[in-house]
């Protein structure tokens, strides 16, 4: 069992919205930053949001980030059939003293 | 450009050793925290083990604790991870990545394209 949780899979439609939830605790998401990471087949990771919300550059704007308490949650906008990918969540965990990444959510676009 | 490269991966028995490199190219290695991170065949990521910039600071999952051992040469501009006894369960695709913080906890914005290690008799 991952540390933080999210659900194995979301589904959506092309040009839908889409959301995925992370869950932690007082000792990871609580207080410490978050990032998503999106993982297309058969390649590395790439960031997507990082310091809960923010964006690198080239990642387009359909893609926010937001952390209340203990969760954090992905929202994908305008969904396309090349958001097709696995989404992961990540943050340190003070009490362990290590990164934690959550089980990592499959996304669908029908 | 801003790069990471792994090397090393390959077969090896149950038991015995071997050490991953990751080359940096395109920013100043020295001054950022880097991990490893690998992923099982159709698992998720599993964190390994990250190291400061100065390499003073060292942190490992606890599946790896003892076995292996992450270092950094910021002379050469390059990582290791040093994996001693391995064993079925770290048969795995390896990532280095880049933190965006000197440390390790503001999340990883550079990866590799990653190395990977079979553990099989």
């Known amino acids: 069992q991952s540390v933080l949780t999210q659900p194995p899979s979301v589904s959506a439609a092309p040009g839908q919205k889409v959301t995925i939830s992370c869950s932690g605790s007082?000792?990871?998401?609580?207080?410490?930053?978050v990032s998503w990471y999106q993982q297309l087949p058969g390649t590395a990771p790439k960031l997507l949001i990082y310091?809960?919300?923010k964006r690198p550059s080239g990642i387009p704007d359909r893609f926010s980030g937001s952390k209340s308490g203990t969760s954090a949650t992905l929202g994908i906008t305008g969904l396309q059939t090349g958001d097709e990918a696995d989404y992961y969540c990540g943050t340190w965990d003070t009490n362990l003293s290590a990164w934690v990444f959550g089980g990592g959510t499959k996304l669908t676009v029908l | 450009q801003v790069q990471l490269v792994e090397s090393g991966g390959g077969m090896v028995q149950p038991g015995r050793s071997l050490r991953l490199s990751c080359a940096a190219s395109?920013?100043?290695?020295?001054?950022?925290?880097m991990h490893w991170v690998r992923q099982a065949p159709g698992k998720g990521l599993e964190w390994v083990a990250v190291?400061?910039?100065?390499?003073?600071?060292?942190y490992y999952a606890d599946s790896v604790k003892g076995r292996f051992t992450i270092s950094r040469d910021n002379s050469k501009n390059t990582l290791y991870l040093q994996m001693n006894s391995l064993r079925a369960e770290d048969t795995a695709v390896y990532y280095c990545?880049?933190?965006?913080?000197?440390?390790?906890?503001?999340?990883?914005?550079?990866w590799g394209q990653g190395t990977t290690v079979t553990v099989s008799s």
């Open positions: 310091d809960n919300n």
């Open positions: 007082s000792s990871n998401i609580g207080n410490n930053y």
């Open positions: 990545a880049r933190d965006k913080s000197s440390g390790g906890s503001r999340g990883m914005d550079v």
């Open positions: 190291i400061w910039f100065d390499g003073n600071n060292k």
């Open positions: 395109g920013f100043a290695f020295s001054t950022y925290g």
